[in-house]
């Protein structure tokens, strides 16, 4: 009788090999509850510090901390055993230069187990990714519109149109030459997209990018309509659960306050039942 064989995880190099081959799934994560559902299905769990704004109330990606990507971090980290954590690098942390970045990224892996992170910016993060994957960590790449850039990019607007293409296509190439594993592709025209998808060995990750890419990547709170404050046209919406949840906690409220809840078989007996029966 032969032993069951432990579940494999997802590498970096796992990711690589999958260009050009079944569409990548990627969901963010920030909870450990979360990402065991998310481990199910998905190949990669971003802890995404898209956190601040979904789980914290924060208006962008801007302040999030390192303690806050280390703690949600963890969690997810804990729930996953087959699915590849990505954590993401938040503003500030790696934009002052390579030495920097090398140091946070290193604290990041170190404190959470994940085994890759992911960082925002084109050619002019490219000596720096190169110095990272030099160096053991394994980088995802982010180009288009980068949110931690929304005050100097002017919003969040698709980035790559008209006079934009090319730089973006320069952007892409850089952060392959770089040595990045993968690169998300966020806001970026579904033709720019298909086009970089095909210049580069290595897969690309859309958010708003169209249909051509490797694989795709969701919020999953807005995915699953948690995060209501606003809607981005790529989001599809595949359940609504803060409806469900607002409904839910209005019954809860009119059950408490009509003294319906708890009933009986909610509460404990004055006296021990006899044995064999639940108390």
């Given at each position: 009788?032969?032993?069951?064989?432990?579940?494999?995880?997802?590498?970096?190099?796992?990711?690589?090999?999958?260009?050009?081959?079944?569409?990548?799934?990627v969901l963010t994560a920030y909870t450990t509850p979360m990402a065991r559902i998310v481990d199910a299905h998905c190949d990669v769990a971003l802890v995404g510090d898209s956190l601040g704004m979904v789980l914290h109330g924060l208006p962008s990606t801007i302040g999030v901390t390192m303690e806050m990507m280390i703690l949600h971090g963890r969690a997810v980290v804990r729930g996953c055993q087959k699915s590849m954590p990505v954590i993401d690098m938040p503003f500030g942390s790696y934009e002052e230069g390579p030495q920097q970045a090398y140091r946070n990224a290193a604290r990041l892996m170190a404190e959470t187990g994940a085994p890759a992170v992911k960082l925002e910016g084109g050619t002019h993060m490219a000596e720096t990714i190169a110095f990272l994957t030099k160096r053991g960590v394994?980088?995802?790449?982010?180009?288009?519109?980068?949110?931690?850039?929304?005050?100097?990019?002017?919003g969040y607007k698709v980035v790559g149109r008209d006079g934009e293409a090319e730089k973006v296509m320069a952007d892409a190439e850089a952060v392959a030459a770089a040595g990045?594993?993968?690169?998300?592709?966020?806001?970026?025209?579904?033709?720019?997209?298909?086009?970089?998808?095909?210049?580069l060995a290595i897969p690309t990750i859309g958010i708003g990018a169209g249909v051509r890419c490797d694989g795709q990547v969701l919020v999953v709170d807005d995915m699953l309509g948690l995060?209501?404050?606003?809607?981005?046209?790529?989001?599809?919406?595949?359940?609504?659960?803060?409806?469900?949840?607002?409904?839910?906690?209005?019954?809860?409220?009119?059950?408490?306050?009509?003294r319906a809840f708890p009933a009986p078989e909610h509460a404990f007996a004055d006296v021990l039942p006899p044995k064999g029966t639940k108390n």
């Open positions: 009788m032969s032993a069951s064989s432990p579940v494999r995880p997802v590498l970096p190099a796992d990711i690589l090999a999958r260009k050009g081959g079944t569409p990548l799934v394994p980088v995802m790449a982010h180009i288009g519109l980068t949110p931690q850039s929304v005050n100097t990019l002017g990045a594993f993968a690169v998300v592709l966020e806001k970026v025209p579904e033709g720019l997209a298909a086009r970089i998808t095909q210049a995060f209501t404050d606003f809607r981005p046209k790529f989001v599809k919406r595949y359940a609504e659960l803060g409806r469900t949840a607002d409904e839910a906690i209005a019954a809860y409220a009119a059950d408490v306050r009509a």
